[in-house]
């Protein structure tokens, strides 16, 4: 896939099985319609761990930076939905950052995804940018795979905690992200232990502990989905 924007939210959490049913029917019929319908939304994905039953990765996509601190956004942070503030206390583990898009290759959309979560070590941004960059241009033709993606953090000074962030009990933030996706989760696995293994991106220079996890797609939701998305409608439900 290629992401469609400049920036975009990207979170990982779990949610315990016995919560796991009323989560997909909150998040696929008003959390995503509700995302989507802010202006600068441009699309929002849902990612099912292949390794438990309990985590999950959530990605939407931005027009640009500048929605992360628009009214539009901040206001849905700070006035949760009833449905959302009964949900959100489940979201375990959180890991929450708000990104620009850094490189990003491939087109379409496809059943799974590898994501890792990693910092450059001091003094070696730049060269870990770059061979970042050259590595995941490849990736996209590469058998089983179809896009791979750099995101990097963004600070925002001055920022406050949201209500919705409140409600969590706060969230841990990855630094810079790698997105691989692909039709084949052994092919993203072995990826995963191969030419982006912790050896490789060590000698690359990142810092030790990177994070890689295994997801399938979950939901898809685009902007251009939400009219026909039952959207809010589905609140009553939590009543």
């Known amino acids: 896939m290629a992401l469609q924007g400049q920036a975009a939210v990207a979170m990982w959490w779990h949610i315990a099985t016995d919560q796991r049913e009323e989560f997909l029917d909150w998040h696929t019929h008003e959390h995503l319609p509700e995302r989507l319908g802010i202006p600068g939304f441009e699309r929002g994905s849902r990612w099912a761990s292949t390794a438990n039953a ?3 990765f959530v990605m939407y996509e931005l027009e640009t930076p500048l929605v992360l601190m628009g009214a539009d956004y901040l206001a849905r942070l700070n006035n949760p939905t009833p449905w959302s503030q009964k949900m959100m206390p489940h979201h375990q583990r959180m890991v929450r950052s708000l990104t620009q898009v850094v490189t990003s290759h491939g087109g379409g959309l496809c059943s799974h995804l590898l994501t890792l979560r990693l910092s450059p070590s001091q003094g070696r941004e730049s060269a870990l940018r770059t061979w970042l960059r050259d590595a995941l241009q490849a990736l996209p033709m590469t058998r089983g795979l179809s896009g791979a993606h750099l995101l990097e953090t963004m600070p925002f000074p001055g920022a406050v905690q949201t209500t ?13 992200i790698v ?7 052994e092919a993203l696995q072995a990826l995963g232990n191969d030419a982006l293994s912790d050896g490789v991106l060590l000698a690359a220079g990142a810092k030790p502990g990177v994070e890689r996890q295994v997801f399938s797609l979950s939901a898809s939701l685009s902007r251009a989905d939400v009219p026909l998305a039952s959207g809010l409608g589905a609140a009553a439900r939590a009543a």
Not at 164 to 176: H, K, P
Not at 179 to 185: E, K, R
């Open 164 to 176: 919705e962030q409140r409600i969590r009990g706060g969230d841990a933030t990855a630094d810079w």
């Open 179 to 185: 997105l691989v996706s692909g039709y084949s989760a």
């Open 54 to 56: 309990t985590g999950f």
